[in-house]
């Protein structure tokens, strides 16, 4: 019998985490699933560790192949893969609980093209210790048709972010072969953004748990340095040009065009910040932020009525910016490292929940 869910994790120099990620899974009461773990090249004992596993279990897979990244290992679990449901996860997080299992169980109700999840996030000091610990859940609900599916994914990613991500959803198996969707592999950033924006195209059906969050994931500790992707132009400038395909789907929907130009400005604010975090130079931040300004020409041109309210602000912060780069770089340095700029736009538009 075919199992229901196929479960792919890319593996690469995972000796140390996993084991846990491997025992969350496979002890979940739910066991119609098939676990493919893609050894990407390691150089650690991972394969040996994922063999002993596969010896007492048969729904777990190995497949080996040469170190080609993570979207190259996710791709080839997407060819071996038989499930009727696919499901992404790393090999460095955890399943919660029994949890997993309970929202499998309601996903066999809802069948659903995709299904979207919450998380907990966590992040950790250098000895290890979870220092912070956030849920993120949403309202249970189920969006119908595909003009209404993308116009609320635009509104997602120009809100809460919630679309970014692989492993807090559930992808129907038969979209992606049809369509013959994978992941970039010439990307080593936002390739998980695309994919989801190629994916979100051909589906009719969205569904949101309100379950108890099934996954953990840990994010980087803020002692760390800023991670080498927010500071990667190249990473937001695919995800520009993903978001410009995206919205073309609607583009005579006023208010969905107003919200990807204003996630478009979200992102140049974000990247913009980070570097501004970052340990480079004054004055390479600043070229850097320059060459971002310049070579996007954003215009944020408010059409609709919902959106007015944060109209002011995005305004005056982006007149400044396109003309004066630098006093753009000075007032996200002193205005709460840039949080508040950002915020501002937040509190002002009040974007309805996805």
């Avoid at 198996?173 to 994916?199: C, W």
């Avoid at 408010?302 to 995005?314: A, F, H, I």
């Amino acid at each position: 019998m075919k199992p229901t869910y196929s479960i792919i994790i890319p593996v690469y120099n995972a000796a140390k985490t996993i084991s846990k990620i491997i025992e969350s899974i496979v002890n979940q009461e739910y066991k119609n699933i098939e676990l493919i773990l893609v050894n990407d090249g390691s150089k650690d004992s991972s394969a040996e560790i994922i063999k002993q596993y596969a010896k007492k279990d048969q729904r777990i897979k190995l497949i080996s192949q040469t170190n080609g990244g993570p979207s190259s290992a996710r791709n080839n679990g997407l060819k071996n893969a038989s499930g009727k449901f696919i499901i992404f996860c790393d090999a460095d997080d955890e399943i919660n609980g029994n949890n997993l299992a309970k929202i499998l169980k309601e996903n066999e109700n809802t069948q659903s093209d995709m299904v979207v999840l919450g998380w907990n996030i966590i992040q950790k000091n250098q000895n290890g210790e979870i220092i912070s610990r956030r849920n993120i859940t949403q309202p249970k609900q189920k969006i119908s048709g595909n003009k209404d599916i993308i116009v609320r994914s635009i509104r997602s990613f120009s809100n809460n972010g919630r679309m970014y991500n692989l492993w807090n959803r559930i992808y129907k198996a038969d979209i992606i072969k049809n369509n013959k969707l994978k992941l970039r592999e010439d990307l080593k950033l936002g390739e998980d953004v695309l994919f989801n924006f190629s994916f979100l195209e051909h589906i009719n059906e969205i569904y949101f748990s309100n379950l108890e969050p099934y996954y953990t994931y840990e994010e980087d500790s803020p002692t760390s340095v800023v991670s080498s992707s927010r500071l990667n132009y190249d990473f937001w400038k695919e995800n520009y040009k993903a978001l410009d395909s995206f919205s073309a789907l609607v583009k005579n929907d006023v208010y969905a065009q107003d919200l990807a130009n204003f996630t478009k400005w979200r992102w140049l604010i974000s990247y913009s910040l980070n570097i501004a975090k970052s340990n480079k130079k004054a004055s390479q931040q600043i070229k850097l932020i320059s060459f971002a300004l310049k070579d996007q020409k954003l215009k944020f041109k408010n059409t609709s009525k919902k959106l007015s309210r944060g109209k002011k602000v995005t305004e005056l912060v982006f007149y400044i910016a396109s003309f004066t780069p630098v006093l753009f770089w000075l007032i996200i340095k002193i205005s709460d490292n840039g949080k508040k700029i950002a915020r501002s736009e937040d509190k002002k538009i009040k974007l309805e929940q996805f």
